[in-house]
């Protein structure tokens, strides 16, 4: 009888293969022009690298405006820019022209550049080709409208030791403007504005007897002829989102002074003027009107005013 033969079979494990590695684009910088028209060419800047260790081909970054910092949901802008074939570590920066849409809603936006968004390349990561730019630009078209409301103007009081003991004073200003140009940089302008002034001030107590009281009228258009040295009425936005409102309102007036009961009485007349910086805060808002109201107000060389109070509205009405 034969032995059973014992044969030991040698199994050598397959050589375990590495999958090969793929380029990897990453947007690495955005920056874009500050601000600019519906329409308008913006200049972007954009900079693409390589983060593998395999060459990767030459591809094209495509563009889009955002309102956050994420992609998705954007106006796409017409247009890419071809990135060279990068070497493994490398990067290429390119700069280039895009056109906003005339159609652009005014708004802040971010610039999201994506790096070979129509995914020629097959790449190891895919979700880091995007970046947004660093800072936003400001899109912003021409304005058209008008300004138009009436602000009221108080003063009454009493003092046993100021210049005046009693005064009651009081002034309208009614504002009519139009408002044309590129914000920041546009134009008011008044068609109209009109204005009172009316008051008193009474001081009895100069000498025994003696008795002085001076009133104060004045009123009719405030001049307006584009001249910011010589106009009564000037307007500027303060904020590219037309939130804020600035206005200066100078009022020309008579003021007569009579001393009654004195020494030597005597009537003088001067001229005289009111000036007021006013700052307007938007109160409400719809897509055609933004309506103000006013937040502070200040005196000549921005010291105090006079006024107790200025109160009233202002509305801007887009068109």
Same mark, same amino acid.
């Given at each position: 009888?034969?032995?059973?033969?014992?044969?030991?079979?040698?199994?050598?494990?397959?050589?375990?293969?590495?999958? &090969?590695?793929?380029? @990897?684009?990453?947007?690495?910088?955005?920056?874009?022009?500050?601000?600019?028209?519906?329409?308008?060419?913006?200049?972007?800047?954009?900079?693409?690298?390589?983060?593998?260790?395999?060459?990767?081909?030459?591809?094209?970054?495509?563009?889009?405006?955002? !309102?956050?910092?994420?992609?998705?949901?954007?106006?796409? /802008?017409?247009? !890419?820019?071809?990135?060279?074939?990068?070497?493994?570590?490398?990067?290429?920066?390119?700069?280039?022209?895009?056109?906003?849409?005339?159609?652009?809603?005014?708004?802040?936006?971010?610039?999201?550049?994506?790096?070979?968004?129509?995914?020629? *390349?097959?790449?190891?990561?895919?979700?880091?080709?995007?970046?947004?730019?660093?800072? &936003?630009?400001?899109?912003?078209?021409?304005?058209?409208?008008?300004? +138009?409301?009436?602000?009221?103007? %108080? @003063? *009454?009081?009493?003092?046993?030791?100021?210049? #005046?003991?009693? #005064?009651?004073? +009081?002034?309208?200003?009614?504002?009519?403007?139009?408002?044309?140009?590129?914000?920041?940089?546009?134009?008011?302008?008044?068609?109209?504005?009109?204005?009172? *002034?009316?008051?008193?001030?009474?001081?009895?107590?100069?000498?025994?007897?003696?008795?002085?009281?001076?009133?104060?009228?004045?009123?009719?258009?405030?001049?307006?002829?584009?001249?910011?040295?010589?106009?009564?009425?000037?307007?500027?936005?303060?904020?590219?989102?037309?939130?804020? /409102?600035?206005?200066? *309102?100078?009022?020309?007036? %008579?003021?007569?002074?009579?001393?009654?009961?004195?020494?030597?009485?005597?009537?003088?007349?001067?001229?005289?003027? @009111? /000036?007021?910086?006013?700052?307007? !805060?938007?109160?409400?808002?719809?897509?055609?009107?933004?309506?103000?109201?006013?937040?502070?107000?200040?005196? &000549?060389?921005?010291?105090? +005013?006079? #006024?107790?109070?200025?109160?009233?509205? /202002?509305?801007?009405?887009?068109?």
């Amino acid at each position: 009888m034969l032995a059973a033969a014992s044969l030991t079979a040698s199994v050598v494990p397959a050589a375990s293969a590495e999958p &090969p590695t793929r380029p @990897d684009l990453t947007t690495t910088s955005v920056t874009v022009t500050a601000a600019a028209k519906p329409g308008e060419a913006i200049s972007v800047s954009t900079t693409v690298k390589n983060a593998s260790k395999r060459k990767a081909p030459a591809t094209r970054t495509t563009y889009a405006l955002s !309102t956050d910092t994420s992609a998705g949901g954007d106006i796409t /802008l017409p247009g !890419t820019s071809k990135v060279k074939a990068l070497k493994p570590g490398r990067s290429a920066s390119v700069k280039t022209a895009v056109a906003l849409p005339g159609s652009t809603p005014d708004g802040s936006y971010f610039v999201i550049a994506c790096a070979d968004a129509a995914k020629k *390349v097959r790449e190891s990561r895919e979700k880091n080709n995007c970046r947004a730019s660093d800072a &936003p630009v400001e899109v912003s078209g021409d304005i058209e409208g008008t300004l +138009s409301g009436t602000l009221t103007f %108080t @003063d *009454v009081g009493a003092s046993s030791t100021g210049l #005046w003991d009693t #005064w009651n004073r +009081s002034a309208q200003a009614t504002v009519h403007m139009s408002v044309s140009g590129p914000r920041l940089d546009e134009v008011f302008a008044s068609t109209g504005s009109t204005y009172t *002034v009316n008051g008193t001030r009474d001081d009895a107590n100069t000498a025994p007897g003696c008795q002085r009281r001076r009133s104060e009228t004045g009123g009719g258009t405030l001049a307006y002829t584009g001249n910011p040295y010589t106009d009564n009425v000037q307007g500027k936005f303060t904020k590219t989102d037309l939130s804020g /409102l600035g206005l200066l *309102v100078t009022m020309p007036y %008579t003021a007569v002074t009579t001393e009654s009961g004195c020494e030597e009485p005597r009537t003088t007349t001067s001229s005289s003027i @009111d /000036l007021n910086d006013i700052t307007l !805060t938007q109160v409400s808002r719809t897509a055609t009107s933004v309506t103000y109201r006013v937040s502070e107000f200040l005196g &000549p060389y921005s010291g105090t +005013s006079e #006024w107790d109070s200025i109160t009233g509205d /202002l509305v801007l009405t887009l068109t």
